[in-house]
């Protein structure tokens, strides 16, 4: 089974930057979707960013659109989520997950968790003001 592991959370000022990455042991994932999620304290863990498996496509949650950037390195088998003129509400526990097989996914189920079969055990953003 595939192992993906979080890193490069931290505190961080509002409206600086930060990369977090996602990198995977076992099994490779370079060919399937990635995704990453985040989860503020007190509330449900939602959407964030999404990769397909030919990394041609990528989706947003409206609120970090034209802000985050997410990418992959296929030859290091790691996920990147850059993090810019990040805000307060960004605090919050941010983790990667990876689909289970070479597929297309339509975009209305690129943001469900359901879609996604491995889960890392996330890093911790805070964002001060």
């Known amino acids: 089974q595939v192992q993906l592991v979080e890193s490069g959370g931290g505190l961080v000022q509002a409206g600086g930057s930060l990369r977090l990455s996602c990198a995977a042991s076992?099994?490779?994932?370079?060919?399937?979707?990635m995704g990453w999620f985040r989860q503020a304290p007190g509330k449900e863990r939602d959407f964030v960013a999404h990769?397909?498996?030919?990394?041609?496509?990528?989706y947003y949650a409206d609120s970090v659109e034209g802000r985050f950037t997410i990418s992959r390195d296929i030859a290091k088998n790691t996920v990147y989520l850059h993090m810019n003129s990040v805000k307060p509400e960004d605090t919050a526990d941010y983790y990667c997950?990876?689909?289970?097989?070479?597929?297309?996914?339509?975009?209305?189920?690129?943001?469900?968790?359901?879609?996604?079969?491995?889960w890392g055990q996330g890093t911790q953003v805070t964002v001060s003001s």
């Open positions: 997950a990876a689909d289970s097989a070479k597929r297309t996914v339509i975009p209305a189920l690129v943001r469900l968790q359901g879609l996604y079969s491995y």
């Open positions: 076992g099994r490779s994932f370079s060919s399937y979707a």
């Open positions: 990769i397909s498996w030919s990394g041609s496509k990528t």
